[in-house]
């Protein structure tokens, strides 16, 4: 079973960089069938989607994130990963990394991993 | 804001049958685009429930059902149980956003 876990510092401080990776199981990154996606959720609010990578490289973001994102996929660990830079406050969040299915699930978040919450504090 | 508009809350008893609506426009939902639901229980990540509009997942009961239409989708969960006590979010795609990916705001679902 695809097991998808999330990894990185769970406080960051204002003005620098977010770095999560997210390491995926059972599942090649490789895989022609699968992008891989990064979603949030500010404690309290809903879903916001961050971005998308598949991994020949090819990236889609969220407009209003999209200065700030940069997604890669690492082939030889078979991990994909995010760095968000200039976080203040308004980044904290529960962090999600998933699976996007291109043929199966209609493109749908059919994995996800249990999410792991960064805090932008001083 | 979100682009797809979800009721904040939705409750009912054990057995009974509720639906969660989701509300979106021309730019999104009444495009082409697919609506996907998700189920998020506490402590957990999402889960998938719905894909392509009204399809399930294998190992999702039946109980859980949703349909598209126009510039709306809804979810409709028949024999309320405890279990399915947690948070409901629909997402599509919005063609005036580049096709970017776009969540409602969710639905908290309380069985009483």
């Known amino acids: 079973q695809l097991h998808l876990q999330e990894s990185g510092p769970g406080l960051v401080k204002p003005s620098e960089t977010l770095s999560l990776t997210c390491t995926v199981s059972?599942?090649?990154?490789?895989?022609?069938?699968?992008?891989w996606g990064w979603i949030r959720q500010p404690p309290g609010k809903g879903l916001e989607w961050i971005g998308t990578?598949?991994?020949?490289?090819?990236?889609y973001k969220n407009p209003s994130l999209a200065s700030r994102i940069t997604m890669s996929v690492d082939t030889s660990t078979n991990q994909f990963s995010l760095k968000l830079t200039s976080v203040t406050a308004a980044d904290t969040a529960f962090y999600f990394c998933?699976?996007?299915?291109?043929?199966?699930?209609?493109?749908?978040?059919?994995?996800w991993g249990q999410g792991t919450l960064v805090t932008v504090s001083s | 804001q979100s682009v797809l508009t979800q009721p904040p809350s939705v409750s009912g008893a054990p057995g009974q049958r509720v639906t969660i609506s989701c509300t979106g426009g021309?730019?999104?939902?009444?495009?082409?685009?697919?609506v996907h639901w998700y189920q998020h229980l506490q402590g957990l990540g999402p889960k998938l429930l719905i894909y392509?509009?009204?399809i399930r997942p294998s190992g999702v009961p039946d109980r859980f059902s949703a349909s598209k239409s126009g510039t709306s989708a809804s979810l409709a969960i028949s024999g309320l149980q405890p279990e399915d006590e947690g948070d409901y979010y629909c997402?599509?795609?919005?063609?005036?956003?580049?096709?970017?990916?776009?969540f409602g705001g969710g639905t908290k679902l309380t069985v009483l």
């Open positions: 998933a699976r996007v299915n291109r043929w199966s699930a209609s493109g749908s978040f059919d994995s």
């Open positions: 059972v599942d090649s990154v490789t895989s022609s069938s699968y992008y």
């Open positions: 990578v598949y991994h020949s490289g090819t990236t």
């Open positions: 021309d730019s999104n939902i009444g495009t082409a685009y697919d």
């Open positions: 392509g509009n009204n």
């Open positions: 997402q599509s795609y919005d063609k005036s956003l580049g096709g970017a990916v776009v």
